[in-house]
């Protein structure tokens, strides 16, 4: 179990909007640290897709975006397409024990 | 153009030690730039970081692996290093090794597939 709480699955439509929300505690997101999410398409390696909460790498389509409120994040994805349908996951660093980065685990995203 | 390969054996046996190494090319691994670190993600699971080592030689493990974990950089090969030692079936994971900033990984190899079996 994760110290980053995301929703198992998400759905939508095409040209729809879905949110993936990432929620900490006072030792990672709520301590201030960034938030950072990752696309995993079936079968390849992750991909930066936001990072330091809602900055995006140069080739990120603008229909990614990501925010952060307190202890939780989001990601948001609007004109939703058939090859958005990946897993995401939002990252961050905790500072409990020795510290550490921590991922969420996971939000399957599907594309009706 | 910054590309990570992963290789190492693809079988490990349970009790014994697991090692990976990551090639590095298009930047020298002796960049103050960034981290370099291992990601392991277990059959239909979830992603889990390992650890990760600055060019200085300052290592960071999860505390939960703490015990079993070294990652080391061969700057002369331009490869950095995974060892897990006294490993069990729970340790069968597609391993990545990633760079990037600290605090996050923007560069990844395509992973490596470790199983742990007798």
């Known amino acids: 179990q994760s110290v980053l709480t995301q929703p198992p699955s998400v759905s939508g439509a095409p040209g729809q909007r879905v949110t993936v929300s990432c929620t900490g505690s006072s030792s990672n997101i709520g301590a201030g640290y960034d938030v950072h999410w990752y696309q995993q398409l079936p079968g390849t390696a992750p991909k930066l897709l936001i990072y330091?909460?809602?900055n995006r790498p140069s080739g990120v389509p603008d229909r990614f975006s990501g925010s952060k409120s307190g202890a939780s994040a989001s990601l948001a994805i609007t004109g939703l397409q058939a090859e958005d349908e990946a897993d995401y996951y939002c990252q961050s660093y905790d500072s409990s024990l020795s510290g550490y980065w921590v991922f969420g685990g996971g939000t399957k995203l599907t594309v009706l | 153009q910054l590309q990570l390969q992963e290789s190492g054996p693809g079988l490990v046996k349970p009790s014994e030690t697991l090692s990976l190494t990551c090639t590095v090319s298009g930047v020298s691994i002796s960049s103050n730039t960034y981290y370099w670190g291992w990601i392991r993600q277990p059959p239909g699971k979830g992603l889990e970081w390992i650890g990760s080592?600055?060019?200085?030689?300052?290592?960071y493990y999860i505390p939960s692996l703490k015990s079993r974990v070294t990652i080391s950089v061969d700057t002369s090969k331009n490869q950095f290093s995974l060892k897990l030692n006294s490993v069990t079936a729970a340790d069968t994971a597609v391993y990545y090794c990633?760079?990037?900033?600290?605090?996050?990984?923007?560069?990844w190899g395509q992973g490596t597939l470790v199983t742990v079996s007798s």
């Open positions: 330091g909460n809602s």
């Open positions: 080592i600055y060019y200085s030689g300052s290592t």
């Open positions: 990633a760079s990037g900033p600290p605090g996050f990984f923007d560069s």
